[in-house]
Nanobody, 121 residues
Framework: QVQLEESGGGSVQPGGSLRLSCAAT????????MGWYRQAPGKQRELVAN????????NYADSVKGRFTIFMDNPKNTASLEMNSLKPEDTAVYYC??????????????WGQGTQVTVSS
């Protein structure tokens, strides 16, 4: 079993910055990929950013390109999302996602509990 612990988030004014972090613990052999999704009220959950291959493959939603950066601390199994130039439309609950190969097992997907990001003046 794999657990994801998220940290960061909160409230910030437009143009501000926040950092989210997600630490994966448990029965981990190797992390295939980690990413951040978000869900605003009344909307579907959407991919924000994903990192795979130990950091060699990264993709972002068009809406956050140039403003958000995802990076991995591989020894700590932690993915972080640096969010700059935040806009009110970035307001959402942000969820960490990890797809992990377990020791002695197969590929397992896990979700974090979610953390609120609010951008408002």
């Amino acid at each position: 079993q794999v657990q994801l612990e998220e940290s960061g988030g909160g409230s910030v004014q437009p143009g501000g910055s926040l950092r989210l972090s997600c630490a994966a613990t448990g029965n981990i052999f190797v992390i295939n990929n980690m990413g951040w999704y978000r869900q605003a009220p009344g909307k579907q959950r959407e991919l924000v950013a994903n990192i795979a291959g130990g950091g060699s493959r990264i993709n972002y939603a068009d809406s956050v390109k140039g403003r958000f950066t995802i990076f991995m601390d591989n020894p700590k199994n932690t993915a972080s999302l640096e969010m700059n130039s935040l806009k009110p439309e970035d307001t959402a609950v942000y969820y960490c996602r990890a797809d992990v190969y377990e020791v002695g097992g197969g590929l397992v997907g896990s979700w974090g509990q979610g953390t609120q990001v609010t951008v408002s003046s």
